[in-house]
Every structure is written in structure tokens, then in C-alpha cells.
């Protein structure tokens, strides 16, 4: 089950070329992204109207595809506009487009009613267009349901353990309890790491200053598209960082990480890891990616074996404990749990016969 009433994710701006086609499944729907003459980006349901053969199968002439089944044409709002051997086209033969608009380097895709479809509800990602900052879009994707990858960006304890030689290197994060506070779209976690003795691995080689540091890690899920916004950083310790702060050799960085689900077993994972110093060293802008990445691995290597041994799981009377670091994924997990309730209640009520 997915909320559909939201704004996901669906493809970075650059995987859409002028005369290519992005297939890719969202929510179990298999959609073909692709982008205009004019720049406009658009996503069908991969699915002809005639024989349901795939569209990403087909190719692309102007602004339309042309399936290449029996060759039957549509546009970019997925109008059928050809059909070989009439004049004119047979009814029904259009397939759905869905609301897709591109912002801040993601292209953003709406699967639920189209009326509901407000462009305020897009997450905002602006530090990817922003010059202060430097960063690379990333794409990742996990065999795994995307609650457990949820799960995962709402408990940070595991960087003291999945992460021990990459993003963690501290088992402070384990033992530090966060700030979580429920907000209007989703949860806020905060977490701060005083007087810490070294810099978190991934930063190792790129130091700005010596001896102790402050560092924290503050970031909001919105539980409505599954955006993750992360404040993180690294300042010399006892300068006031906590207070606001920031000494002029402070380490800032800010995550995006976009969670889209693929179907129930698989997941779309959008990301970011920006610097808003060293803005000129194209360098330390890769090597940073680069060891996100690499921490990234991680976390999909557990979670997808996670995912085998719940599976294995299945039908057994059991369920898993419950510890105190746990709080903020439960609080994650009861926002979605709500969503979806009210969404099915909605959709209970559109099925209901007029009286
Ligand atoms: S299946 Fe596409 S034209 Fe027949
Ligand atoms: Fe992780």
C-alpha cells in the first residue's frame, strides 16, 4: 500500500534527454518519463491501449511514441494521435499521463487525483540549484520495501555500527538519544555530538581545523513524498554551534534523499550530499559523493538482507522487539499508517453509490 496523494520523485532532470525515454516503475506502476522539444517533461503509463505492449518498447518521433506493436501513436498527454490504416483513431485509445513537473534538478511525479495535484506540496530541494552550495545528484536503488529504508534514515544509531568506517565513527551516535518531534508533514530528529576526538571517517583527509569537534545531524522526513532534509556538520568544538554559531572553518553540509517506492520489494533512492564551502574544489565535491556512496552500499547490503530474513519470517508468530532507539521510526511508521488510513476512507467514500 502507497499514499498516492503526493508528490514523488520519479527521475533526476538529467536522465531525461531531448529524444530518449526514462522507463521506470513508481508506486507498481510501470510510467515511461521523457522530455519534449520545448524542455517540458512528461510520464505515460508504459502500457499501449491496444495490446497493453510496452511503450518503452517503442520509439520516439517528435514529441510522441509511436508503440511498435502495431504502431499506434501517441503524444506527450498520452493522446492517441495515429493509427495506422484510419483516418482519425478508434475511442478508448488513450493512455494515463500523470501531473509531472520538474524543480530543482528532480523531475516530480503525482499518482493520485490529478485535482490534488498542488505544486506547493513539492518538497523543496533548493540547495541544488543554489550557488552557495555544490553537490551531485545520486540514484540507488534497493531490493527492499520502502518503509525499511524509512526505518533506517529515522534511527541513526546504526551509523555507529553500519557505518563504523564511513559515515560514523563515533558510537556517541548510539548512545545519544535524539530530539524526535512530530511536525506538520513528518518527524524532526536532532542529534548533537560534543567534544567528538575525530572527524567522521568520510571526512578524513579533508579537515578544515584541528583537535576536537562539534557535530550534529538535524534532519526532517516528510512522510507525504518520503523527503529527507539533513542539516549536518562539523564545527571546532565549544565555538557555539549548538547555539547558532558557526566558527568560519565549520564543515557544513546538506542532504536531500528522496525515497520513492518501485513497488512493495524495491525502492527508488534520490540523493544528495552538498558543501557550502570549498566551493571551488571540484575534487572534494566527487570524493564526498564518492564516500556517501560508499556508506550508502552499506546500508543496502542490511536492509536488503534484513528484508530476506523478515520474509523468512513470514507466518511465524513473532514480532520484533521494540527498543528505546526506536521512537522515531514508530512515530514515522504511525504518520504513514494515518495517511493511508485516511486515504482508503476517501476513496471508501468516492466508491460509495449515490443515493
Ligand atoms: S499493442 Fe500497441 S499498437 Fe498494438
Ligand atoms: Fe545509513
Given at each position: 500500500?502507497?499514499?498516492?496523494?503526493?508528490?514523488?520523485?520519479?527521475?533526476?532532470?538529467?536522465?531525461?534527454?531531448?529524444?530518449?525515454v526514462?522507463?521506470?516503475?513508481?508506486?507498481?506502476?510501470?510510467?515511461?518519463?521523457?522530455?519534449?522539444?520545448?524542455?517540458?517533461?512528461?510520464?505515460?503509463?508504459?502500457r499501449?491501449?491496444?495490446?497493453?505492449?510496452?511503450?518503452?518498447?517503442?520509439?520516439?518521433?517528435?514529441?510522441?511514441?509511436?508503440?511498435?506493436?502495431?504502431?499506434?501513436?501517441?503524444?506527450?498527454?498520452?493522446?492517441?494521435?495515429?493509427?495506422?490504416?484510419?483516418?482519425?483513431?478508434?475511442?478508448?485509445?488513450?493512455?494515463?499521463?500523470?501531473?509531472?513537473?520538474?524543480?530543482?534538478?528532480?523531475?516530480?511525479?503525482?499518482?493520485?487525483?490529478?485535482?490534488?495535484?498542488?505544486?506547493?506540496?513539492?518538497?523543496?530541494?533548493?540547495?541544488?540549484?543554489?550557488?552557495?552550495?555544490?553537490?551531485?545528484?545520486?540514484?540507488?536503488?534497493?531490493?527492499?520495501?520502502?518503509?525499511?529504508?524509512l526505518?533506517?534514515?529515522?534511527?541513526?544509531?546504526?551509523?555507529?555500527f553500519?557505518?563504523?568506517?564511513?559515515?560514523?565513527?563515533?558510537?556517541?551516535?548510539?548512545?545519544?538519544r535524539?530530539?524526535?518531534?512530530?511536525?506538520?508533514?513528518?518527524?524532526?530528529?536532532?542529534?548533537?555530538?560534543?567534544?567528538?576526538?575525530?572527524?567522521?571517517?568520510?571526512?578524513?583527509?579533508?579537515?578544515r581545523?584541528?583537535?576536537?569537534?562539534?557535530?550534529?545531524?538535524i534532519?526532517?522526513?516528510?512522510?507525504?513524498?518520503?523527503?529527507?532534509?539533513?542539516?549536518?556538520?562539523?564545527?571546532?568544538?565549544?565555538?557555539?554551534?549548538?547555539?547558532?554559531?558557526?566558527?568560519?572553518?565549520?564543515?557544513?553540509?546538506?542532504?536531500?534523499?528522496?525515497?520513492?517506492?518501485?513497488?512493495?520489494?524495491?525502492t527508488?533512492?534520490?540523493?544528495?550530499?552538498?558543501?557550502?564551502?570549498?566551493?571551488?574544489?571540484?575534487?572534494?565535491?566527487?570524493?564526498?559523493?564518492?564516500?556517501?556512496?560508499?556508506?550508502?552500499?552499506?546500508?543496502?547490503?542490511?536492509?536488503?538482507?534484513?528484508?530476506?530474513?523478515?520474509?523468512?519470517?513470514?507466518?511465524e508468530?513473532?514480532?520484533?522487539?521494540?527498543?528505546?532507539?526506536?521512537?522515531?521510526?514508530?512515530?514515522?511508521r504511525?504518520?504513514?499508517?494515518?495517511?493511508?488510513?485516511?486515504?482508503?476512507?476517501?476513496?471508501?467514500?468516492?466508491?460509495?453509490?449515490?443515493?
Open positions: 500500500m502507497f499514499i498516492q496523494n503526493a508528490w514523488y520523485a520519479g527521475a533526476w532532470a538529467h536522465e531525461l534527454t531531448k529524444d530518449g526514462l522507463p521506470r516503475k513508481i508506486l507498481s506502476k510501470s510510467l515511461l518519463f521523457f522530455r519534449t522539444s520545448s524542455g517540458e517533461v512528461t510520464a505515460l503509463r508504459d499501449c491501449s491496444h495490446r497493453f505492449a510496452p511503450l518503452s518498447a517503442g520509439r520516439r518521433e517528435g514529441d510522441c511514441i509511436r508503440c511498435m506493436y502495431h504502431g499506434l501513436v501517441f503524444d506527450k498527454d498520452g493522446k492517441c494521435v495515429e493509427e495506422p490504416g484510419r483516418k482519425g483513431v478508434s475511442p478508448n485509445t488513450s493512455v494515463p499521463a500523470y501531473p509531472t513537473v520538474e524543480r530543482h534538478k528532480l523531475v516530480w511525479v503525482w499518482m493520485g487525483d490529478a485535482d490534488k495535484a498542488d505544486l506547493d506540496l513539492i518538497p523543496d530541494c533548493h540547495h541544488h540549484v543554489d550557488p552557495s552550495w555544490r553537490s551531485i545528484p545520486r540514484y540507488a536503488h534497493f531490493k527492499a520495501n520502502y518503509l525499511l529504508v526505518d533506517n534514515l529515522l534511527d541513526f544509531s546504526h551509523l555507529s553500519v557505518h563504523e568506517k564511513t559515515l560514523g565513527g563515533s558510537k556517541s551516535i548510539a548512545e545519544i535524539p530530539k524526535v518531534e512530530k511536525t506538520e508533514k513528518g518527524v524532526q530528529l536532532t542529534r548533537w555530538y560534543l567534544n567528538e576526538p575525530a572527524f567522521a571517517p568520510y571526512l578524513r583527509g579533508y579537515e581545523f584541528d583537535g576536537a569537534i562539534d557535530r550534529w545531524n534532519y526532517h522526513l516528510s512522510t507525504l513524498s518520503n523527503h529527507f532534509s539533513m542539516s549536518a556538520g562539523s564545527a571546532p568544538a565549544g565555538t557555539g554551534a549548538p547555539d547558532g554559531t558557526l566558527h568560519p572553518q565549520t564543515m557544513q553540509f546538506h542532504s536531500h534523499q528522496v525515497i520513492t517506492p518501485e513497488d512493495e520489494n524495491g527508488h533512492y534520490f540523493w544528495t550530499y552538498g558543501h557550502n564551502f570549498a566551493l571551488d574544489d571540484a575534487r572534494f565535491t566527487e570524493a564526498l559523493a564518492e564516500r556517501i556512496s560508499a556508506g550508502f552500499k552499506e546500508d543496502r547490503t542490511m536492509i536488503e538482507a534484513q528484508r530476506a530474513v523478515i520474509e523468512e519470517s513470514e507466518g508468530d513473532i514480532e520484533m522487539a521494540f527498543i528505546l532507539a526506536d521512537n522515531g521510526l514508530a512515530l514515522g504511525r504518520l504513514i499508517d494515518e495517511r493511508l488510513a485516511e486515504e482508503s476512507k476517501t476513496t471508501a467514500a468516492h466508491m460509495e453509490p449515490a443515493e
